[in-house]
């Protein structure tokens, strides 16, 4: 048989079988909790967040160009990186010989190497058959003998048969050293055999491989500055759609709720999807006039920052021309009212059932009538200034919210209102935005402690770190 695919053996032993398993929920738990809780054995295991790699010197393959097997290796690392805890960082080859003596090891080295190799207790079989291997925080060794010209090549010749594909390869090698173990799963970028050119986009890490390297190395877990449900046009069809994102420091994830995870390749930074949108948004807020006959929505997206908001152009993609203005010249007291909406909010949401826009700050909650998308009011604080706690108490016995607040975030995919604070959500559960508003005036919510935001929206994992990664890496056993 000529199946080519990775040399490591397949789990055979009933515990790796375990140890490579998502753990079921409580109720479906049949086995020993020692075994589904298995660690990954310290000498199994990066000590570091920061893991460093490398293409070795001279070691690629000479095949294609070694910039290109780079930055595959780079995307590759990325894609991790995107579904787990830890960083990656490439040290780069020297460019002077007198640097090589003091250059530091990689933890993970990767080399292009044949038949008997180094002190590798496993040789390669020249052309066919065995591609790579690799192990649990060690090196990724990748039989140079291989064809690996259809990598990058659209169309290949029928008489060539299919190509293993590098992007392929270091996906699941890159998976090995953080410890995952093969899955029979045909799709799985952990299948010992998927690692053929197929055409179509980039391999995708699944589910169940975000999972298990979570379980080795801590899920993931953000800081997010602000959450909300982005309505807007669609240009194409003609009417209103909305995508969830999430902001936290220099980066926004696209959440993707049919699919119960992030948009694949992000966090993006924030300049990049949000033009004129600044790093960490303080709050998000957007008011929605539907035109019963859907010719003529209107949508008011604002951000707000430190002292300052901007008015984003949804169908422009871009803030609006005259932005930043100071938010204590638009949003100040009513005739005869004594507050104003105050600088550095935590959070913003509008209320579609009452109509009412509610500003967070600290244990405070500024309740603003802004009339309308149309015709929004400025200038109109507020119809009262509350503690959070007596506007949103949490229930008898839960865990009270944690404030100030991080987000709090209107769902339009469940209707639910979340508030998200460091790691952990509350939920209103006596919310609701389609109940008649009862002359302005919000009923008291309840909220429920709903444990770690990371259950319901996984894998908001940072590439490279920042300020708002509250990830927790385990790096002991
Ligand atoms: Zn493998
Ligand atoms: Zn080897």
Redesign the pocket.
């Known amino acids: 048989m000529n199946e080519r695919r990775c040399g490591l053996a397949d789990s055979t032993d009933a515990l790796a079988r375990e140890a490579n398993r998502v753990p079921p929920s409580t109720s479906s738990r049949r086995h020993p909790r020692s075994v589904l809780h298995r660690q990954l054995p310290s000498a199994d295991r990066f000590h570091r967040r920061t893991i460093t790699w490398e293409l070795a010197p001279f070691r690629e393959s000479a095949q294609l160009p070694r910039e290109l097997q780079r930055r595959l290796l780079a995307e590759a690392f990325r894609s991790w990186a995107t579904v787990s805890p830890v960083y990656f960082r490439e040290i780069p080859a020297p460019v002077e010989a007198a640097d090589w003596s003091d250059r530091p090891p990689a933890d993970i080295s990767v080399s292009f190497?044949r038949l008997q190799?180094g002190a590798?207790r496993?040789a390669f079989d020249g052309p066919g058959n065995e591609v790579s291997?690799a192990r649990a925080a060690g090196p990724i060794?990748i039989d140079a003998d291989e064809d690996f010209r259809g990598t990058l090549q659209q169309q290949r010749r029928q008489s060539t048969g299919p190509s293993v594909d590098l992007r392929r390869v270091f996906i699941h090698e890159i998976g090995h050293t953080l410890g995952l173990l093969h899955s029979a799963r045909p799709d799985s970028v952990m299948h010992p055999a998927n690692l053929l050119r197929q055409g179509g986009p980039a391999p995708q890490i699944g589910a169940q491989e975000r999972r298990l390297v979570q379980k080795n190395y801590g899920a993931c877990s953000a800081k997010v500055n602000s959450v909300f449900d982005w309505i807007r046009t669609d240009p194409e069809r003609g009417y209103p759609v909305f995508n969830t994102y999430f902001f936290a420091c220099e980066f926004y994830w696209l959440f993707d709720n049919s699919a119960g995870r992030p948009r694949l390749g992000d966090p993006r930074p924030v300049g990049q999807g949000w033009p004129g949108v600044p790093d960490g948004p303080d709050a998000a807020l957007e008011l929605v006039d539907f035109d019963p006959a859907g010719k003529d929505n209107v949508y008011l997206l604002f951000f707000f920052f430190g002292g300052e908001f901007l008015e984003f152009d949804s169908a422009k993609t871009a803030a609006k021309p005259g932005y930043p203005k100071k938010i204590a010249d638009n949003f100040g007291p009513k005739p005869g009212y004594p507050y104003s909406v105050p600088d550095r909010i935590d959070s913003a949401f509008y209320d579609y059932g009452t109509g009412l826009v509610h500003f967070f700050k600290g244990i405070w909650v500024f309740i603003y009538n802004p009339g309308s998308a149309r015709r929004f009011k400025f200038n109109n604080c507020c119809e009262s200034v509350r503690r959070i706690a007596d506007r949103f108490p949490t229930a008898p016995g839960d865990k009270p919210l944690q404030t100030p607040v991080d987000s709090v975030y209107f769902r339009l995919a469940d209707g639910g209102l979340y508030f998200f604070s460091g790691r952990e959500v509350w939920q209103d559960v006596a919310y609701s935005a389609y109940r008649p508003p009862a002359a302005g005036v919000p009923a008291a919510g309840l909220l429920r402690y709903r444990g770690r935001a990371s259950d319901k929206w996984p894998d908001l994992c940072f590439p490279e770190h920042s300020k708002c990664d509250l990830s927790e890496v385990k790096l002991e056993d």
Do not use: F, M, Q
Request: net charge negative; with cysteine; glycine share 0%.
């Open positions: 190497e190799h590798c496993h291997h060794h």
